[in-house]
Nanobody, 125 residues
Framework: QVQLVESGGGLVQAGGSLRLSCAASGRPISGYPMGWFRRQAPGKERQFVAAITWDGVTTRYADFVKGRFTISRDRITKTVSLQMNGLKPEDTAVYYC?????????????????WGQGTQVTVSS
């Protein structure tokens, strides 16, 4: 099993920045792409935010975060980060880290095998 633990959420004013981190432990995740998803309200579907390949060469972003968010990973520390700049109230959500066992980046929740518990991000106007 792989355990994922997110950190870095909080309350920030519109236009501000936050950096989320996700630490992986348990079985090795070598070769696993990792991604960030968010759920804006209870009962809503988790939506794709960003993902990155194991080697960090390839990234993919949802259109609504392009130019504002940056995903990165550190293979030595087994962490993936999401730098969020220019935050908007509509970015308010619980953000989840996820990992998948096959090498290709995907944007659907069903493609990911492991999930963290989530971290709350609240952006005030």
């Amino acid at each position: 099993q792989v355990q994922l633990v997110e950190s870095g959420g909080g309350l920030v004013q519109a236009g501000g920045s936050l950096r989320l981190s996700c630490a992986a432990s348990g079985r090795p995740i070598s070769g696993y792409p990792m991604g960030w998803f968010r759920r804006q309200a209870p009962g809503k579907e988790r939506q794709f935010v960003a993902a990155i390949t194991w080697d960090g060469v390839t990234t993919r972003y949802a259109d609504f975060v392009k130019g504002r968010f940056t995903i990165s990973r550190d293979r030595i520390t087994k962490t993936v980060s999401l730098q969020m700049n220019g935050l908007k109230p509509e970015d308010t959500a619980v953000y989840y880290c996820a990992a998948k066992q096959t090498a290709v980046i995907e944007v659907t929740t069903g493609a990911y095998d492991y999930w963290g518990q989530g971290t709350q991000v609240t952006v005030s106007s």
